[in-house]
């Protein structure tokens, strides 16, 4: 009898795992038919979803474009990594698809040596990667056309660019399903097409190549280069970027004062110390009196020669002092994570990080009427710097050493809004207009009437002007935004910050187009320790302002060793006293004290900083599954506990 109840619970107990085993697949098959577009993302940043503003792209698409995925199954054996990506892109895609209605219809290859698909994906310019000695190969790209054979292809998906993957294939579809792009009218200085450039005034430069800003904004936009002389903005012109724009003429600024006036928007970035437009830093000579006359006439300004600093978001960078190599922060580098934008606004809401380099401050011109709206800025702990101190190599621990804090925090780009008034009251400039008593035929007369007609003198803007004004012109550059890489052959780009997001929101939300809104790359957000991060700048502070007493006394004691020295060779007794000798040993022994000393300082800063690193070592790896054990052990003790009061009550 007992081996015949002992046998019925060992049946139950397998039945019921079969029937769970059962049911576990049929929930799963019912679920995926039933809510097979329900997801949630638990992730931090929302990774594995698309940004709900990327809709619209998708829903807008009218003509059919096909989307083929090649990826070597041979690939996804040899590289776990690559294989957890593809299912990442191919999630994406049928999402977007599936938004499109059907009008994005993807397709899926395995391109297998020898075959046609292989050829295909060779054809369509698919990077092959070497999979062993063997000669084996594995692809995983992606080429799209359009029902005009328009087409874009993305070679190989790297895994250093996986947190870019919804810029790159929402930028895909949106190139194939917008041949009309926007039409942006730059006018700058810097050189963003490259050329020749020198380090030393009058010497050969090194040619360049053009700026990656450049290649990114005609991907979305239609960019026409635009003359500093020119005597009216092109009608076609959506949105004005001026970058920098120095030697504006008069005509020219009027032109730019116009548009604006009439309802055209505008992108400004006007930068005190432009390092890109001159490798030596400065902004002497470059003359930017029509746009600073303009910004006036906006309802700000810039401080000419005056740069801001910002200790705490000051940038690490590799220096030399006192004849030897140090780490220093570089507070005229500005270094702003997403506590220093604002989230609510459609430029910056998806903006992480940003690099600002020898910025200026943007400030309001007294009694101004304009509604002033702060994009980016620095914290508290800035302060205004002589741009004449970061010129050629700047003094970077002398920077750091000198900061004190205004407590004040620093607008350094802003959205401008608000009724406007004309910067040239008298209208067009006097040198522009046409000479008076010139002899013209019927024709020309014709003419000029109607171009007259035309350029109707504004002096109030029609409704509420829209600037956004930038005291940066560095954040293009490329080194302070994008590493550059060659992978077998194929340029790599894998931005370290959202410069060029910003400008691309910034110039595509002046354009009026909210769709694009979200064709910006998802951004390698910073998270350093801020805790550490300040004990570690508190620290160094103390210890450069130590260092630099003692290398005063040092410097101090050689010159008075020196002083006697000298003293004595130009007496007739070229022998030293016996007094000097002991007051130059004394001297000499006090400067291996201090230099022992200093070394000591410098050994002490290092050795705070490695046990600081290591103790957050200890706590990040060993103390989290430490703490997690110990709640599991208190979890399984209370349960035991309880079921030992239970037993006992019974």
């Known amino acids: 009898m007992k081996t015949l ?85 191919r999630d994406l895609l049928e999402q977007y698809s599936a938004i499109s209605g059907g009008m994005l219809k993807v397709e899926y290859h395995n391109p297998e040596p020898f075959s046609d698909t292989e050829d295909r994906a060779v054809g369509f310019g698919l990077q092959a990667i070497p999979l062993g000695n063997i000669g084996e190969v594995g692809y995983f790209g992606i080429a799209a056309t359009n029902s005009t054979d328009d087409q874009e292809v993305i070679p190989f998906f790297n895994l250093e660019r996986e947190s870019f993957i919804e810029y790159d294939l929402t930028k895909m579809v949106f190139t194939l399903s917008n041949p009309d792009q926007r039409v942006v009218g730059l006018i700058t200085t810097l050189p963003v097409e490259g050329g020749m450039t020198s380090q030393v005034p009058g010497m050969p430069g090194q040619p360049t190549p053009p700026w990656i800003i450049m290649d990114q904004l005609r991907d979305l936009f239609e960019v026409q280069t635009l003359d500093r002389e020119i005597e ?30 009439a309802g055209g928007r505008a992108l400004v970035l006007v930068d005190p110390n432009s390092e890109s437009a001159n490798p030596q830093g400065g902004a002497g000579g470059v003359d930017l009196a029509g746009i600073r006359k303009l910004m006036t006439s906006w309802g700000v300004t810039i401080k000419d020669d005056t740069i801001i600093g910002d200790l705490a978001t000051a940038t690490r960078v590799n220096t030399s002092f006192a004849g030897r190599p140090v780490i220093s922060d570089y507070v005229a580098w500005m270094g702003l994570d997403n506590n220093h934008v604002d989230s609510d606004d459609a430029i910056t809401g998806d903006v992480k990080t940003l690099n600002f380099a020898t910025a200026g401050s943007i400030e309001s011109v007294e009694n101004t009427s304009f509604l002033v709206h702060r994009l980016v800025w620095t914290s508290p702990d800035s302060m205004e710097i002589s741009a004449d101190k970061v010129l050629g190599l700047p003094d970077v621990v002398a920077l750091f050493r000198e900061f004190v804090s205004s407590g004040k925090e620093r607008i350094l780009a802003a959205r401008i809004t608000g009724p406007a008034i004309t910067a040239f009251p008298s209208g067009l400039p006097a040198a522009d207009e046409k000479s008076v008593g010139e002899d013209l035929s019927v024709e020309d007369d014709s003419e000029a009437a109607e171009e007259e007609a035309e350029l109707v003198h504004l002096t109030n803007s029609v409704g509420e002007i829209q600037v956004v004004v930038v005291a940066d012109s560095d954040i293009m550059a490329d080194r302070f935004w994008v590493q550059e890489s060659n992978f077998f052959g194929q340029r790599l780009l894998v931005p370290s910050a959202d410069n060029a997001a910003f400008l691309i929101n910034a110039l595509e939300n002046l354009t009026g187009s909210p769709a694009l809104s979200s064709l910006r790359a998802r951004g390698q957000t910073v998270r350093p320790f801020v805790l550490v991060e300040d004990i570690r700048r508190d620290a160094e502070f103390q210890y450069r302002s130590t260092e630099q007493q003692l290398l005063g006394r040092l410097e101090e004691l050689q010159e008075q060793v020196a002083d006697i020295q000298l003293l004595e060779e130009g007496a007739e007794n070229s022998l ?66 309880r079921q030992i009061n239970s037993e006992t009550s019974v």
């Open 5 to 89: 109840q002992s046998v019925e619970p060992v049946k139950i107990a397998v039945a019921g795992v079969v029937l769970a085993a059962i049911l576990f697949i049929a929930v799963n098959i019912i679920s995926n038919k039933m809510f097979g577009a329900v997801r949630w993302d638990a992730s931090e940043g929302q990774v594995y979803s698309f940004t709900d503003s990327t809709r619209p792209i998708f829903e807008a698409i009218d003509e059919p474009i096909i989307a083929r995925v090649y990826f070597s199954s041979t690939l996804g054996e040899a590289s776990p990594r690559h294989s957890l990506f593809f299912q990442r892109v």
């Open 232 to 261: 009216k903005v092109p009608d076609d012109v959506d949105v004005l970027f001026l970058a920098q724009p120095a030697g504006l003429s008069e005509a020219a600024t009027y032109a730019i004062d116009q548009f604006v006036l």
């Open 576 to 641: 030293l006293r016996e007094e000097d000798k002991v007051a130059i040993e004394g001297y000499r022994a006090e400067i291996l004290a201090t230099r022992q000393e200093l070394r000591a300082v410098q050994r002490a800063l290092q050795q705070d900083i490695d046990r600081l690193e290591g103790w957050t070592k200890v706590i990040n790896i060993a103390g989290v599954p430490i703490g997690f054990g110990l709640v599991l052990i208190g979890i399984a003790w209370a349960g035991r506990a």
